[in-house]
Antibody, heavy 123, light 109 residues
Framework: EVQLVESGGGLVQPGGSLKLSCAVS????????MHWVRQASGKGLEWVGR??????????AYGASVKGRFTISRDDSKNTAYLQMNSLKTEDTAVYYC??????????????WGQGTLVTVSS | SYVLTQPPSVSVAPGKTARITCGGN??????VHWYQQKPGQAPVLVLY???DRPSGIPERFSGSNSGNTATLTISWVEAGDEADYYC????????????FGTGTKVTVL
């Protein structure tokens, strides 16, 4: 059974930092690109960023709204992806999902999703 | 930035057909995926590469993509189909290359 389990969410003050984790089981993590997608309450889905697999030397990419503040990493030995969030703003408040990119190509869909973890940025 | 526009809501009676559109500039030249999201749950892939269904998704879900509009069609709608639906594409020139549509709330009357 495929499982993606996010953790690390919580309440943080503006300007603060938080690190989310996404622990994976049920598929070959090292061969999969992983993405983070967020959703503010009552709003739509917003792509945050991605990290490639060993096949593309773990290349990263980020959405304009988080570039320079967020960093995605992974530890294949622990089957875990991470989202380090710095300089957090109130508009970063959202549920953060990790999701697997189904195949190597950029046009591939997101086939497995975690249950999400809530990040609240507030003073 | 590439924009995908969906109608905010679609209402349909049980047993009827729901059509959810996703508008984007020359979207017919792109590959479209569709996700279903029920309240409090993570999105679920229901259609990929415009027309393909993942294992476990009923044949009632189908898709098309041409010109400036992609469409998700749900035939013989059931109460369990009530959810938000999002289209998604990849656009290399966008500042958010993996782009989601604005989302459509499907209400089963």
């Amino acid at each position: 059974e495929v499982q993606l389990v996010e953790s690390g969410g919580g309440l943080v003050q503006p300007g603060g930092s938080l690190k989310l984790s996404c622990a994976v089981s049920g598929f070959t993590f090292s061969g999969s690109a992983m993405h983070w997608v967020r959703q503010a309450s009552g709003k739509g889905l917003e792509w945050v960023g991605r990290i490639g697999s060993t096949a593309d030397t773990y290349a990263t990419a980020y959405g304009a709204s988080v570039k320079g503040r967020f960093t995605i990493s992974r530890d294949d030995s622990k089957n875990t992806a991470y989202l380090q969030m710095n300089s957090l703003k109130t508009e970063d408040t959202a549920v953060y999902y990790c999701t697997r990119h189904r195949c190597a190509g950029a046009v591939c869909p997101f086939d497995y999703w975690g249950q999400g973890t809530l990040v609240t940025v507030s003073s | 930035s590439y924009v995908l526009t969906q109608p905010p809501s679609v209402s349909v009676a049980p047993g009827k057909t729901a059509r959810i559109t996703c508008g984007g500039n020359y979207i017919g030249s792109k590959t479209v995926h569709w996700y279903q999201q029920k309240p409090g749950q993570a999105p679920v892939l229901v259609l990929y590469y415009d027309t393909d269904r993942p294992s476990g998704i009923p044949e009632r879900f189908s898709g098309s993509n041409s010109g400036n509009t992609a469409t998700l069609t749900i035939s013989w709608v059931e109460a369990g189909d009530e959810a938000d639906y999002y289209c998604q594409v990849w656009d290399s020139r966008s500042d958010h290359p993996w782009v989601f549509g604005t989302g459509t709330k499907v209400t089963v009357l």
